[in-house]
C-alpha cells in the first residue's frame, strides 16, 4: 500500500468515487458542496495548509486521506476514503497508519486529531482502533436534508516510534 500526493490528475477518480450528494456530505461535511468538481477539488487541495493523498494498492486507486495542518505540531485527519468496491478488507485502517507514520515523520505532527460522524460506526471503530479517543460530540452542528448528524470529535497523541516499533517495522 502507498500513500501518494493527490494531484490533479487524480480528481476524476475522486469524482466518481463522491457520487451522491449524502456520500459527498458524510466524507467532506459542509466543506464541499455536490457534485464534485475539479473547480471545486483544486480550490480547496491548493490551500497552502491542506495535504491530499491517494491511496494504491496492488496497483489500484483504493482510496482518499487528507492531513490539515492546525499548528506545527498539529495536524487534523480529514475527508477519508475507501472506494466502495475495496471497503472490508482492513484498507481504511493500513492508509491511516501510513498517515499516521507519515505526519510522525514527515510532518513532526505529535498531535493528530480528527471529526466523524456519530453513525459511522464502522469509522469510528477504526479511529478508536488505532488509538483515537472521543474528547467530545458537538451536537446539532451538522445537518441533512434537515437531518442532525452529531459530529464526534477524536485525539492521538504522536510519540517518537520506540526502538521496540522500529525493530518491527524493520523485520
Wanted: net charge positive; with cysteine; glycine share 6%.
Amino acid at each position: 500500500m502507498r500513500l501518494d500526493e493527490f494531484t490533479e490528475q487524480n480528481f476524476d477518480q475522486l469524482i466518481q468515487w463522491i457520487n451522491s450528494e449524502e456520500l459527498n456530505y458524510l466524507w467532506g461535511g459542509p466543506n464541499y458542496t455536490f457534485p464534485l468538481t475539479h473547480q471545486k477539488i483544486r480550490q480547496h487541495c491548493s490551500k497552502q495548509d491542506v495535504f491530499p493523498f491517494l491511496c494504491t494498492f496492488k496497483g489500484q486507486n483504493v482510496g482518499f486521506v487528507e492531513l490539515i495542518k492546525k499548528t506545527d505540531h498539529h495536524f487534523r485527519i480529514c475527508r477519508v476514503f475507501i472506494a466502495h468496491q475495496y471497503r472490508g478488507q482492513g484498507l481504511s485502517a493500513k492508509m491511516l497508519n501510513q498517515l499516521i507514520a507519515k505526519a510522525r515523520t514527515e510532518f513532526k505532527a505529535t498531535h493528530l486529531s480528527l471529526a466523524v460522524f456519530e453513525h459511522n460506526i464502522a469509522a469510528k471503530h477504526c479511529y478508536e482502533s488505532l488509538g483515537f479517543k472521543t474528547v467530545s460530540i458537538e451536537i446539532g452542528t451538522r445537518s441533512f436534508r434537515g437531518k442532525n448528524w452529531d459530529l464526534v470529535l477524536m485525539d492521538k497523541a504522536l510519540t517518537q516510534k520506540t526502538s521496540k516499533e522500529n525493530a518491527l517495522k524493520e523485520a
